[in-house]
């Protein structure tokens, strides 16, 4: 191949040592030259030498993350499954991800049951606390939490109410984990 350029994954075999140097964004294993990311691989025929460089970062959710979820279930005692729709500040998301929320990274507050914080359907904010998946979540933070929420008896939306939500419908009081970014808020 002359000088040229052409779209990588990791993995794919893009040279061998014996004809090549390897550069950036290349592993050498058993004297094969493969991508080690997403990304345009580049090759100097007049140096002899092949790189990857990374064009398109993968967006991932990593320790620190904000992330937008819905909670999914199954909803236990203790903790809950959260699928991850967005990772605030980064691009979008490549792949379907999820995250546990567990009773211990809700609230400061003791809880009996998750139930009391979170309900199936809630769009949450949370912060991702470990680096692998299922990504384990935190809510702990007085920004995070519920940032969206139907009322279990009618399905209305719910509203930010002197820091509760509330249901017009119903007139009834919801409690919930919610986020000081809730986006229904009284007038």
């Given at each position: 191949?002359?000088?040229?350029i ?17 550069g ?9 030259i493969?991508?080690?990311?997403l990304?345009?691989?580049?090759i ?5 030498k092949?790189n990857?460089?990374?064009?398109t970062?993968?967006?991932i959710?990593?320790v620190?993350?904000l992330i937008?979820?819905i909670?999914?279930g199954p909803m236990?005692e ?10 605030l500040?980064?691009?979008?998301l490549r792949g379907k991800f999820?995250?546990?929320l567990h009773i ?6 003791r ?6 914080a979170?309900?199936?359907?809630d ?21 995070l939490?519920?940032?969206?929420s ?7 939306e719910?509203i930010l ?14 409690r ?8 229904i808020k009284?007038?």
């Amino acid at each position: 191949m002359m000088n040229g350029i052409k779209v990588t994954i990791p993995g794919d075999q893009i040279g061998v040592e014996e004809e090549f140097m390897p550069g950036s964004g290349v592993y050498i294993e058993n004297g094969k030259i493969y991508s080690s990311k997403l990304g345009l691989l580049v090759i100097d025929n007049k140096n002899k030498k092949i790189n990857v460089e990374e064009k398109t970062r993968l967006a991932i959710p990593e320790v620190g993350d904000l992330i937008e979820g819905i909670v999914i279930g199954p909803m236990r005692e203790d903790s809950t499954v959260v699928e991850i729709i967005k990772i605030l500040n980064k691009k979008d998301l490549r792949g379907k991800f999820t995250g546990i929320l567990h009773i211990s990274q809700i609230s400061r507050g003791r809880l009996s049951t998750i139930l009391s914080a979170v309900s199936l359907g809630d769009w949450i904010l949370a912060k991702v606390i470990t680096s692998w998946p299922p990504y384990q979540l935190s809510t702990l933070e007085n920004d995070l939490g519920i940032i969206y929420s139907t009322c279990p008896k009618c399905g209305k939306e719910l509203i930010l109410k002197k820091e509760r939500l509330y249901c017009d419908k119903d007139k009834i009081f919801i409690r919930k984990k919610v986020s000081s970014k809730y986006l229904i808020k009284e007038d």
